[in-house]
T-cell receptor, first 110, second 113 residues
């Protein structure tokens, strides 16, 4: 079992829909990251969280440390949001390494 | 703009022919990472430098080497590429080790023929 699990693996939605991507982890962490990767492209860091909630434009990330769960929300989704979204964590021990989830492939249809 | 730059973006090499991938950064970060990402898989950390201190992952093959001549530059050398080394190679930086944001470059896609 992966230490970091994401759901869903694939998500297709219509433009304008509210999107939620979930991440659950089974170990103690010092921080959680949400990353975005466009096809054939590099990775962009969207958020780094250790508690609470962060918002940047149409993107919102939340984390519940007790439940070991984080969500990434996209409001008013747009075709340019189509990408793979990756959840990654810094473990409490050996925390310089990122442990990655399997990614969620999001497709927004115009 | 401060950034992480990788060259080349696409590299084709022949089986067994040494290849070097380059990463540079204008962020003045202490830490530089090299990841290997194969199709539809998560990135896999190969090694990282904290300043000049080299940290190799236990399962990184000896075929992969790295050099960091100064703060700004880091190189990935693949001594004898095999077909299984075809992948996207991602460079990333962070200001410190630990729970700090990592800044990724655009990647170099390596093809081995």
């Amino acid at each position: 079992k992966n230490e970091v699990e994401q759901s869903p693996q694939n998500l297709t939605a219509q433009e304008g829909e509210f999107i939620t991507i979930n991440c659950s982890y089974s170990v103690g962490i010092s921080a959680l990251h949400w990353l975005q990767q466009h096809p054939g492209g590099g990775i962009v860091s969207l958020f780094m969280l250790s508690s609470g909630k962060k918002k940047h434009g149409r993107l919102i990330a939340t984390i519940n440390i007790q439940e070991k769960h984080s969500s990434l929300h996209i409001t008013a989704s747009h075709p340019r949001d189509s990408a793979v979204y990756i959840c990654a964590v810094n473990l409490n021990f050996g925390n310089e390494k990122l442990t990655f989830g399997t990614g969620t492939r999001l497709t927004i249809i115009p | 703009d401060a950034m992480v730059i990788q060259n080349p973006r696409y590299q084709v090499t022949q089986f067994g022919k040494p290849v070097t991938l380059s990463c540079s950064q204008t962020l003045n970060h202490n830490v530089m990472y090299w990841y290997q990402q194969k199709s539809s898989q998560a990135p896999k950390l190969l090694f990282h430098y904290y300043d000049k201190d080299f940290n190799n992952e236990a399962d990184t093959p000896d075929n992969f080497q790295s050099r960091r001549p100064n703060t700004s530059f880091c190189f990935l050398d693949i001594r004898s590429p095999g077909l299984g080394d075809a992948a996207m190679y991602l460079c990333a930086t962070s200001s410190q080790t630990g729970a700090y944001e990592q800044y990724f470059g655009p990647g170099t896609r390596l093809t081995v023929t």
